[in-house]
């Protein structure tokens, strides 16, 4: 479906990584965007006129006769010079480095909206102290070693200090820009023109008060309601996030171009390294360098443009330059100082909350496209896996599935029997999705359009009545999500009893919610549309996230269905899981590139294969023998691995830190690391250098740190870090590395599914540092309850190699999970061969242990220790 063709990953920050290397595949069959159907800046009244703002003098005054400071934070006001309004500026030192700046009118005609239900608490606030305050500037303490905000009053700025370094200033370059509400000139009454005696007239500008694209008028019955605030990072050259556009992962400078854009839009096809908005949204933008990460959320639902412009600040220093535009709302930024790349995630995580806990399976193989047609069609790929010997989890339905795109029913015809259809696969430990997308099709006879319509859950348009625009369906309605009346309501209908043909294992794929309008302005809503008393205009890059926040609340029967098919959410929340599409959405790629992007998916977080209706068939097993093998080998490998990405997004989601990550987070100090985009992190332990082009017959992987040590995951063979290894390769390689110092688990023994591998035996890899040493975790549950949480139900165990022995000890002692599953092998990368080696377990039991030594690869394999994976061990090697 329409999202698919976005490899998007599953980090708030970096899924502009995956784009460019899964898309560096898809390049040579891609073809371009339509462009016109989408705005440059130019096209856009508000950003052409805050971009006709030059740098320069500001016309704001920080008015520090009005300061007050209270336990919480600091209030002063703020004048624009030229026109006399005041603004509120309102400053918070909060808890873990962070520092929060809203601005708003002091005084606006009517409130201007602020976004709700994102923050996942008030962030807790510390105290701030004046330092020292004179009537040009107010210095306040932000704790830390010696962290201060100085606030100048004339012109208004604000700047965040290391000791006599500054980390970061707001306004320096004087583009703060607040266009407030106003009363339309033609409509004013006599005395509201006296009171504005003083000021400046201002004059109004072309598109502030109506606006056509295209064939789209855009009325404005707010009129201009834009912000903007610039930024400068002194120190840096380096910036990274604001997803999701189809660039590498440095952002580029915007200069001479067009700012990169946040809007979420349905573009159907799009052009690599080119700034515009697609499908999602996620208004946070990192700095780097190697004494310190920061970070920018800017948290504003409306459409945004950013601009970047690094160069030379003064004295020679590097500097770079943000400005961030929307067109409504307030500004409220959080400025996350670090200092290290993991703070910054912490500190976000804070804010936002961490992506859900996905279910074990749900990180194993998913087969999808537009569409599998029937139940035979179902039931014959699912066959032809077991045939070919490829193990998958997920089998998706799209939109075809459905009754005339009724979302919730199903086509008699082509699916009499769903029920059956499910517990087929559930015979095989497999499982179904089915899609549900918010564009509701306005008939009559349709339960779901009759109950959303009496009960008054549409959007509604200009004119009050409920705003219907074409989708799939043809003619549909957009239920509210921002009402949580819609949201309790409309995950009732995902319960068995409602859904009918439902059961435990078939799950739920949000597609479509930029929203996507086929007939609206840029694919998308018309602006003037109403939730509830806001305009679409201030909601709109939220939408997304309100669809995926509706299913979130109904956790029926305890499983964990968050993330699953989650597509396009456009937000601010983290998302485990949003689908890349493996062959690419459109169009056809050779055998060859196929197959690479299976083996370059295998290792991204979310794995699945779809593809559009108009494209030939491309289940694996269809380019013949030869390459069916390399996609079963491929896939196995991510079977393989399971242990280790579920012990990743366990991690991620208590700590927030990303499961792929790009190298530079790992190596902070490691300046070579800044720029690479062509190789990525699993975790902290798993390195991944992808082949994407036609007829490659070789890699250069940088293998970060100065001191670390790398294997191959196939060949064992060890390598130094801080090094650019040349790599040749075959079809069959997929460059992967350990490092060293780290423990992975792992199941072997691949089966269908990933549920048939549950109580399958692990096999570790010990990859030893430079110091013959390793650490690593295992963590174990039963893959998709709540249990862990609400009954401690999971096993977590730390590994560890020291001294030449291996032992397993338990990180969570007061937690509990009946295991069936045992250690089957130890393999020892970089060892020495021992004597002999015994295992001891708790009960006081010593037996010795049958082992093989290879000298050429220096691999110590421990056959058979035999021990359950839940409990206390200890191989020694003598
Ligand atoms: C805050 O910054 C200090 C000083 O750089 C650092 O030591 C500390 O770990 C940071 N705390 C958090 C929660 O990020
Ligand atoms: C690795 O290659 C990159 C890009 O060619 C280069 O900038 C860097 O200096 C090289 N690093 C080493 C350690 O050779
Ligand atoms: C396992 O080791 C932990 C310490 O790592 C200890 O607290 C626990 O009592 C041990 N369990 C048994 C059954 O001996």
Redesign the pocket.
């Known amino acids: 479906m329409i999202i698919a063709n976005v490899v998007n990953c599953l980090f708030p920050f970096f899924p502009r990584m995956c784009l460019y290397l899964v898309l560096s595949v898809f390049l040579s069959i891609t073809q371009a965007v339509d462009r016109s159907n989408f705005k440059t800046c130019d096209q856009s009244a508000f950003c052409s006129r805050q971009r006709a703002l030059k740098p320069g003098q500001s016309s704001y005054r920080a008015l520090l006769e009005t300061l007050e400071l209270s336990d919480s934070h600091l209030t002063v006001q703020l004048l624009n010079n030229n026109n006399k309004v005041l603004l509120l500026l309102e400053l918070y030192r909060l808890q873990g480095n962070m520092t929060r700046v809203k601005i708003n009118e002091l005084k606006p005609i009517k409130p201007r909206y602020e976004v709700p239900d994102v923050l996942i608490t008030d962030p807790p606030t510390e105290l701030m102290s004046v330092v020292a305050q004179d009537e040009h500037r107010v210095v306040l303490s932000l704790g830390g070693e010696d962290w201060r905000l100085i606030l100048s009053a004339q012109p208004f700025r604000l700047d965040i200090m290391e000791g006599p370094q500054v980390l970061l200033s707001l306004n320096s370059r004087g583009l703060l820009a607040f266009e407030q509400l106003r009363i339309r000139k033609d409509t004013k009454s006599q005395t509201d023109t006296e009171e504005e005696e003083e000021a400046e007239e201002e004059v109004d500008q072309p598109g502030m008060w109506e606006e056509t694209f295209k064939t789209h008028t855009d009325t404005k019955p707010n009129g201009p309601s834009s912000i903007s605030l610039d930024f400068s990072l002194p120190g840096v050259e380096h910036v990274y996030g604001i997803p999701e556009h189809a660039d590498g992962l440095r952002l580029k400078n915007t200069d001479g171009g067009d700012p990169y854009r946040l809007y979420n839009l349905d573009v159907f096809q799009y052009e690599l390294f080119n700034p515009m908005a697609l499908y999602g949204a996620v208004p946070v933008l990192l700095s780097h360098n190697t004494h310190r990460t920061m970070g920018l959320f800017w948290l504003n639902a409306a459409e945004t443009w950013v601009d970047v412009s690094s160069g030379q600040g003064s004295s020679e220093v590097p500097q770079t330059d943000v400005r961030w535009i929307s067109e409504s709302g307030i500004i409220d930024v959080f400025i996350m100082l670090g200092p290290r790349p993991n703070d910054v995630f912490t500190q976000y995580a804070s804010l936002t909350g961490t992506q859900a806990f996905p279910p074990l399976s749900s990180l194993a193989y998913h087969q999808c496209r537009w569409n599998y047609n029937d139940q035979e069609d179902v039931s014959a790929v699912d066959q032809g896996f077991d045939e070919h010997d490829i193990p998958y989890d997920f089998i998706w339905l799209d939109i075809e599935h459905t009754d005339g795109k009724r979302y919730f029913t199903w086509d008699n015809n082509k699916f009499p029997q769903p029920k059956d259809m499910l517990q087929g696969l559930l015979d095989k430990r497999r499982k179904m999705v089915t899609i549900v997308d918010p564009h509701i099709k306005v008939d009559s006879s349709y339960k779901i359009h009759t109950e959303i319509r009496s009960r008054g859950y549409y959007i509604k348009n200009k004119d009050g009545g409920d705003y219907e625009g074409w989708c799939w369906p043809g003619n549909a309605g957009y239920p509210d999500f921002t009402n949580p009346e819609m949201r309790k309501w409309w995950a009732s209908m995902f319960a068995y009893d409602q859904y009918e043909g439902s059961m435990g294992n078939l799950y739920t794929w949000n597609d479509m919610n930029e929203p996507s309008v086929f007939n609206g302005p840029e694919v998308t809503m018309h602006k003037d549309a109403l939730h509830g008393p806001w305009e679409h205009r201030d909601i709109h890059n939220l939408y997304g996230f309100y669809v995926q926040f509706g299913r979130v609340i109904m956790q029926q029967s305890g499983v964990r269905l968050a993330g699953i098919g989650a597509a396009q959410i456009g937000c601010i929340l983290i998302t485990p899981l949003i689908p890349a599409d493996v062959g690419g959405f459109f169009k056809t790629p050779s055998a060859e590139l196929l197959v690479r992007w299976y083996q370059a998916g295998a290792y991204q977080p979310f794995f699945r294969a779809h593809a559009h209706l108009d494209t030939p068939r491309r289940e694996p097993w269809l380019f013949g023998p030869d390459n069916t093998a390399l996609i079963r080998e491929a896939v196995r490998q991510r079977y393989t691995l399971l242990p280790y990405w579920y012990l990743q997004f366990y991690h991620s989601q208590r700590t927030g830190q990303p499961v792929m990550r790009p190298l530079w987070v790992e190596y902070p100090e490691d300046i070579a690391t800044f720029s690479i985009d062509d190789e990525f992190l699993i975790g902290k332990d798993l390195l991944v250098h992808p082949v994407t082009d036609e007829g490659s017959s070789g890699v250069t992987a940088y293998l970060p740190g100065n001191g670390e040590v790398w294997y191959d995951v196939h060949t064992f063979q060890r390598h130094d870090g801080a090094q650019n290894l040349s790599i040749p390769v075959t079809m069959s390689s997929i460059p992967v590395f350990q490092r060293g110092g780290s423990i992975i688990c792992r199941k072997n023994r691949v089966r269908r599914s990933s549920s048939c591998m549950e109580n399958d035996p692990y096999t570790l890899y010990v990859a030893l540092d430079s110091q013959g040493n390793a650490e690593g975790e295992l963590y174990i549950d039963d893959g998709h309850t709540f249990k862990h949480e609400t009954d401690k139900q999971f096993i977590h165990r ?1 590994l560890s190699f020291t001294g030449n022995s291996l032992s397993s ?3 969570s ?1 007061d937690s509990q999970f009946p295991t069936a599953s045992w250690v089957e092998q130890v393999n020892i990368l970089g060892a020495q061969k021992p004597d002999a080696v015994t295992l001891t377990t ?2 006081g039991g010593e037996s010795s242990v049958g082992f093989e030594f290879d000298p050429d690869t220096a691999v110590l394999t421990l056959r058979k220790p035999g021990v359950n994976a839940g ?2 061990w200890t191989l020694h090697l003598r």
């Open positions: 730390r000890s338990d990180l002692p708790t009960d409990v206390n």
